[in-house]
């Protein structure tokens, strides 16, 4: 098999979860059309390249060894450049579609956007980082492939809708904002944790992934938390 055609495998496992997300969005009848979907993945695709860099940049002292640089890598190099990444180009995502006439525009506008359509917004922004990143690892260890799949996909979708409700809610509530973003980091962090830890259970960190996606998924079905009982942003 081709180089392109393995390629093109990657891609498209690496495009499952997405495929179901998509799915269960238009079972739920979101107000989602494909464009808009489109582009939220693109959105998320695009935050590899920030945290790309950002990472390659960020290094820590050789004198920080053991426990703490494990944690400082886990949480910080990785996890905190990762969500800061998704928020800014999740901003950018709200801050463009505001900018487009709500008549003629297939994009929904920022103020069309609540806590709920904003995290909608971040699992799929989510997935779309997952999405490059897994092809990115897969084309160089497809060993690994199936696992960030139905790992580190349900992690990043699960993050990144924390993510997208922050950036919603800096406007009229940064300290609730502020909190997901700190929430976001600390399940990407605790994920990568127990992944990197030696003999800790793999099952440990798929669980975790998995019950923050659920959670994520039950706050976006239930309509982002009550919009925070009652507040409409």
Not at 58 to 86: D, W
Not at 158 to 177: D, E, H, M, Y
Request: net charge positive.
């Amino acid at each position: 098999m081709s180089a392109i055609w393995i390629l093109l495998v990657i891609i498209l496992i690496s495009s499952i979860p997405v495929f179901a997300v998509y799915i269960w969005f238009r079972i739920a009848k979101y107000q989602f059309t494909p464009v808009r979907f489109l582009f939220a993945l693109l959105a998320g695709a695009a935050a590899f390249f920030p945290a790309l860099l950002l990472q390659n940049f960020l290094t820590f002292s050789y004198a920080t060894t053991g426990r703490l640089a494990l944690l400082l890598q886990v949480f910080v190099r990785v996890a905190f450049t990762e969500e800061i990444s998704r928020l800014l180009m999740l901003f950018l995502f709200f801050l463009i579609s505001s900018r487009i006439n709500p008549q003629e525009s297939i994009i929904m506008p920022l103020s069309y956007n609540t806590i709920r359509n904003g995290a909608a917004t971040g699992l799929i922004a989510g997935l779309g980082f997952a999405l490059l990143e897994s092809a990115v690892y897969g084309a160089s260890n497809s060993g690994i492939l199936m696992l960030r799949v139905f790992t580190a996909a349900p992690l990043h979708g699960a993050c990144g809708s924390r993510i997208g409700a922050a950036a919603v809610l800096f406007r009229t509530n940064p300290i609730q904002a502020l909190l997901r973003v700190v929430t976001a980091t600390a399940i990407h962090g605790v994920y990568n944790f127990m992944v990197t830890i030696p003999g800790v259970p793999s099952v440990a960190a798929v669980l975790i992934a998995i019950s923050a996606l659920l959670t994520a998924i039950i706050s976006i079905n239930t309509g982002g938390e009550a919009e925070l009982q009652g507040q409409s942003v």
